[in-house]
């Protein structure tokens, strides 16, 4: 069978699920909202890292990237939604490959649209303290905050996949995000660097100093995500439906 | 014309077999009835069928080719396995065109299915507000989507108004007609009865029958012969000397064991004994689906849901 009428169908499904297209509107709401929020607080802290400021609504926004990627995997796991989609689709790997390009293309166009404008808004509040920061410098955020959020749909997609289940994965992830890589994350040094999370976030700073640079970074999330989508895709290949 | 081949199928969960080393063919242009109590491996074999689960060994196919490796299977076979399948904040009418867009079936069809299901007014409501009957017609306008040549139903009556159950025999008995091969499991006899040409019984995985229904029927349940006489010394007197065994019933009428209303007719005239009702007693599929299952010791020690 061939791969786009497979894929369009995953499209239709992600489309006509209320759920999904929301959790895209809320990804770019909740990220606009706290980037302009922090753009009203024009920082005197020594620290203070103009980029990420403008697009720190992303710590927030994220949990609804990662919705998304879990709820879209999630609905196949209702009654005998997947027994009904591997009847049409018995090729189980195209399938799967299919649903993620199709959770992974909106998530890159809405998170590089919601980092535009977060970027912008944030900077008309910060004003003359939003200054130093270059073109280059706002693109490589811009881009970088796109591919991050979604990195973070698809490791979520594939989670969900493993766990078969959209309640297991978000309430391992949020917590994680919250509370783990937020507490952990200060504490320790290089370690935590490498989380899936934080990897990812070190493209939204101007200035970095841990042994991952911008792309680096990214590259390390990409690797997370990309065990979670192989983790999804055996289990998905394996397990009887 | 698509047959199902089911060759030795076994499939075992653990240590359980849920199938047992199966073997029958569902041909095309009849309604194979699939018999036998909840638990009895019904729905696993469809499954096996279907490539959802694998066999522990043997094999199942669908014209002689694996289920997985039809090209747009849902133009081949249709099938009904649980009524839950679509979900509930999508429509019935965009649950039904996901389908139809994977397997590039024209989206004319998802109309057309849901008019003949009767779903075509309530399609663009939202499949959480269905009833189990609703989701079951969808399920079943799922199934026909790709107008298939093989269709598989799984308890395709459950939750059925009693129109539905007529009109699910009726679309039964044309999709046979129209030279379908069409597998419908249930655990209800009667119902069975009124759609079935042929019988495939399962019980504990293992095949127990596979025959035509009317033979199933008659080759387990004895004929009987039931009759009401004013003259019942005079009738009892001529069935002992035609050998015949016979019981009086309290309320005045007389069953003859083995024997057909012919037989029974012509005697109770030439003994001129006056006649006031002589009915042939109807053997049901339940009465033999009953012996079947008796004779299986192991099975009835095993208690059974309805």
């Known amino acids: 069978m061939a791969f786009a009428p497979v894929l369009h169908a995953e499209w239709l499904k992600i489309r006509t699920l209320r759920s999904l297209p929301g959790a ?54 209702h009654g005998g939604a997947l027994r009904l989609t591997f009847a049409a689709v018995p090729r189980r790997g195209r399938w799967f490959a299919a649903k993620m390009t199709a959770i992974a293309v909106p998530a890159l166009l809405v998170g590089l649209v919601t980092a535009c404008t977060a970027n912008l808004v944030a900077r008309a509040g910060l004003g003359s303290a939003a200054g130093e920061v270059t073109t280059g410098e706002q693109v490589r955020g811009v881009l970088g905050c796109g591919i991050y959020l979604m990195l973070m749909a698809l490791f979520a997609a594939g989670l969900t996949a493993v766990l078969r289940s959209g309640v297991a994965t978000l309430s391992l992830l949020i917590p994680f995000i919250l509370v783990v890589s937020f507490v952990i994350g200060d504490a320790a040094g290089t370690v935590a660097d490498f989380l899936p999370d934080k990897a990812g976030q070190i493209a939204l700073h101007q200035t970095y100093d841990g042994t991952l640079g911008p792309w680096s970074g990214l590259a390390v999330t990409a690797l997370w995500t990309a065990a979670a989508l192989l983790g999804g895709a055996w289990s998905v290949r394996r397990r009887d439906a | 014309m698509t047959s199902i081949e089911v060759q030795a199928l076994t499939k075992e969960y653990g240590t359980r077999r849920a199938v047992d080393d199966l073997t029958f063919t569902v041909l095309p242009g009849r309604v194979t009835g699939f018999l036998g109590p909840n638990g009895a491996g019904k729905s696993t074999t469809m499954r096996l069928v279907l490539g959802l689960d694998r066999p522990t060994s043997g094999t199942a196919t669908i014209g002689g080719r694996a289920y997985a490796t039809l090209r747009e299977p849902l133009r081949h076979v249709g099938a009904l396995l649980d009524a839950q399948a679509a979900h509930g904040s999508r429509t019935a009418r965009d649950h039904l065109r996901v389908l139809a867009v994977s397997n590039r079936i024209a989206v004319r069809r998802v109309d057309e299915v849901l008019e003949e299901t009767g779903l075509a007014s309530v399609a663009r409501r939202r499949v959480k507000t269905y009833s189990l009957g609703m989701r079951q017609r969808l399920g079943i306008a799922a199934a026909l989507l790709g107008d298939p040549e093989v269709v598989l139903l799984d308890e395709p009556s459950n939750g059925l108004d009693p129109e539905g159950i007529i009109w699910i025999r009726e679309l039964l008995r044309r999709l046979a007609g129209e030279g379908r091969a069409v597998l419908v499991s249930s655990h209800l006899m009667n119902e069975t009865a009124s759609f079935a040409d042929h019988l495939v019984v399962l019980g504990r995985g293992r095949l127990l029958a596979d025959t035509p229904m009317r033979d199933f029927i008659h080759a387990r349940v004895e004929p009987r012969v039931r009759v009401r006489t004013t003259d019942a010394t005079a009738f009892g007197a001529a069935l002992a000397r035609h050998g015949h065994d016979a019981v009086e019933h309290e309320d005045g009428h007389w069953t003859v064991r083995h024997a057909r209303v012919d037989d029974i007719g012509r005697l109770a005239s030439q003994a001129g004994v006056p006649i006031l009702e002589l009915t042939a007693e109807e053997a049901t599929l339940e009465q033999a689906y009953l012996d079947l299952t008796a004779t299986e010791a192991e099975f009835t020690a095993q208690p059974q849901e309805a």
């Open chain 1, 24 to 77: 895209l509107l809320a990804l770019f709401a909740v990220t606009t909202a706290f980037s302009a929020l922090a753009g009203t607080d024009g920082s005197s802290d020594p620290e203070f890292d103009p980029l990420f400021t403008a697009l720190s609504g992303v710590l927030p926004g994220q949990i609804a990237a990662i919705s998304f990627g879990a709820t879209a995997v999630s609905s196949e796991y």
